[in-house]
């Protein structure tokens, strides 16, 4: 789980860092709004705590541009005691959930935890293997920051693939799993369909390899299976 700071007051983003760094959460920070916007360009992360009085570009803004970016997970905003229409200003805005200053840090971390479980329930675990990401719940994959366009025959065959990275898959299990949603399928059209997958998962360094007269194998760049 990687998580962003976004907090100009740098003794209470060292108490978060340290806090949420304790608990094993891989943890970044951003002292202004335009360092979050581009640290979430550069990395995916699944939670985005975001302080909303923040110099330059406010932390609304912030949630905005991130909202309509679709790029990171869940946002909880810091609010100041007192402004009830910054809290109101937030949800509407599309953050997760709200803590309002002055909180203690294990409050935050429980509110990050709860955030995060939720957000879990969701949209599913994420799979990830070499630069590919798959939220089985939401059906759909991603390259870094950048969603793949698949057809949905296109993600049933992905998603049967990637789980078992490392492994040799035959043509007919494939057909197997996959044949409940689409009676049509044939051996011919799963040869189709990972050629074209083969091509859209080039850039994340994944192959998926042909076992001749067999089916495929998906090789992880890394050597790891996905987890
Ligand atoms: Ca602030």
Redesign the pocket.
Known sequence: MRILIV???KPLADGLLRTLRRSGYAVDHAGTGELALRACKEEHYDLVVL????PGIDGFEVLKQLREDNSVGSILVLTASGAETDRVSGLDLGADDYVTKPFSLPELEARVRAVLRRSQAVHGPTMRIGGLSLNAKARRAYIGEKELELTPREWGVLEYLIPRAGQVVSKDQMLQALCSWDVSLTPNAIEVYVSRLRGKLEEAGIRIRTVRGFGYMVEDPDGRRAS
């Not at 302080?51 to 923040?54: N, R, Y």
């Open positions: 907090e100009d007051d302080d909303i009085g923040l």
